[in-house]
């Protein structure tokens, strides 16, 4: 949707990007990590969460000429960062990294951190539109086999919260209670969770 189109589109430009990192962010489950799965199948790139990286890592960086670091956090060691910068640079790879706080607004301690970090190409994840709101519910009711009609998915749309982690807050809370309750959703429950 126009949410992501902007990440989508520059992700499709690959090799072609203006820099060789791009740093995707966005809120809470926004698609990010989708997005690098698309990077990943279109490159064959070395997808790595950014929980499992340590001083070990960089042997096998080398093998790969695209590297996605995914759910980058702030509390992430900048030396470890930095010298990953630095082996993307040396070596003419690309790098995707996605983060909920853009690259360029961290407050990093390191000088050198700081000004890598504000030559990366910055792609945000907007909040959803109503188009995406509607395939968002309307897929993972879907997939949890719940069947609402139109119109009670138009209501949903109409009052819910624009961002990705409350939109998955109320999926979860309605599949809760449709297993507990054991009967069809109905518009008073909708009411209810909302």
């Known amino acids: ?7 989508y589109s ?10 060789k990192i791009l740093n995707v962010y966005g809120d809470k489950f926004s698609g990010k990590s989708h997005l690098a799965n698309i990077f990943k199948s279109k490159t064959g790139a070395l997808l790595i969460e950014e929980k499992k990286i340590n001083d070990n890592i960089f ?9 996605i670091i995914d759910n980058y956090n702030e509390k992430f060691d ?22 909920i706080t853009p690259l360029n ?20 994840i907007e909040n959803p539109d109503d188009d995406l709101i509607f395939a968002i519910i309307l897929k993972n009711f879907s997939d949890r086999q719940i069947k609402l009609e139109k119109k009670i998915i138009e209501f949903i ?7 990705y982690s409350k939109i998955y807050e109320f999926i ?18 909708i009411r209810e969770i909302l």
Not at 78 to 99: P, W
Not at 105 to 124: G, H, T, V, W
Not at 157 to 163: A, K, L, P, T, V
């Open 157 to 163: 749309i109409n009052r819910i919260d624009r961002s």
């Open 10 to 19: 520059i992700i499709e430009k690959w090799p072609k990007w203006e820099k």
């Open 59 to 67: 042997k096998k960086i080398k093998l790969f000429e695209n590297i």
């Open 172 to 189: 979860y809370k309605i599949d809760e209670l449709s297993l507990k309750k054991k009967k069809p959703i109905n518009l008073k429950t």
């Open 105 to 124: 607004e961290i407050s990093f301690k390191l000088p050198d951190m700081k000004s890598r970090s504000k030559n990366c190409l910055i792609a945000k």
């Open 1 to 7: 949707s126009k949410s992501n189109y902007y990440a």
């Open 78 to 99: 900048e030396k470890l960062l930095y010298s990953i910068f630095n082996l993307v640079d040396q070596d003419n790879k690309y790098m995707l990294i996605n983060s």
